[in-house]
């Protein structure tokens, strides 16, 4: 069965410039997580997409957006890039089930110059 | 609002000793309490969890953790430690009123085990 799946693994942009990053969670998982890891901050919540409803949000500006389709694949947005935005991102996936455990990806990491 | 603290930036023990990570949380509502790992570069693996029922919880690797309501702790031990047992360690929490899968992760544990 394959895992969480994340595209692109690295990427360099610079300030201002927006970036799109893909989550294809595990066949037959419907709850897609973003997280943001960073070394000062350590892991954030972003949201959570379940059947194509955002269904919690962290505390980020609205710079931070996503969307799940309908075969539960995810992307999320950042818009107008910040150098503190310079993070690894990591999606989780889970069965819709109370505190399921998530499956995490590698994770795509973001270097904003 | 939610909270974890993971008290020790790093915990250094010898291989075949016993290990213990330490976590307190902070939740309203009933806690839902986890571990992950994460190897250099990679996302994390999921241990254990803790959502009700028994407070000692056994997961991977022959990872456990004891659920204290009291302390509100959920600490993580293992009987004898391994050398590939070394990584970076969170605890996680969630809640019913927040939302089962927004979790709340500590600032991580960073465990070093020596040959």
């Known amino acids: 069965k394959a895992g969480v799946t994340q595209t692109p693994r690295y990427l360099i942009k610079t300030r201002g410039q927006q970036v799109t990053l893909s989550c294809s969670p595990i066949?037959?998982?419907?709850?897609v997580s973003w997280y943001q890891q960073t070394p000062g901050q350590g892991l954030q919540f972003l949201f959570e997409y379940f059947s194509e409803t955002q269904r919690n949000k962290g505390n980020f500006p609205g710079r931070f957006s996503g969307r799940q389709f309908s075969n539960s694949r995810s992307e999320m947005n950042v818009s107008t890039l910040e150098l503190g935005d310079s993070a690894l991102y990591l999606c989780?996936?889970?069965?819709?089930?109370?505190?399921?455990?998530?499956?995490f990806g590698e994770g795509s990491r973001l270097t904003v110059l | 609002a939610q909270s974890v603290a993971q008290p020790e930036d790093q915990v250094n023990v010898a291989e075949g000793n016993p290990l213990t990570v330490k976590c307190t949380y902070s939740v309203s509502g009933n806690p839902y309490l986890f571990w992950y790992v994460q190897y250099p570069n990679r996302g994390l693996q999921f241990l254990l969890k803790?959502?009700?029922?028994?407070?000692l919880v056994k997961g991977s690797y022959g990872f456990e953790a004891e659920f204290n309501k009291s302390q509100t702790s959920f600490h993580l031990k293992k009987p004898s430690a391994l050398v590939s047992d070394s990584a970076l360690y969170f605890c996680a929490v969630s809640s019913n009123r927040d939302g089962y899968n927004k979790l709340i992760f500590g600032a991580g544990t960073r465990l070093a085990v020596h040959p």
């Open positions: 066949s037959g998982h419907r709850s």
């Open positions: 803790y959502i009700t029922g028994d407070n």
């Open positions: 989780a996936s889970s069965l819709w089930s109370p505190a399921g455990e998530l499956f």
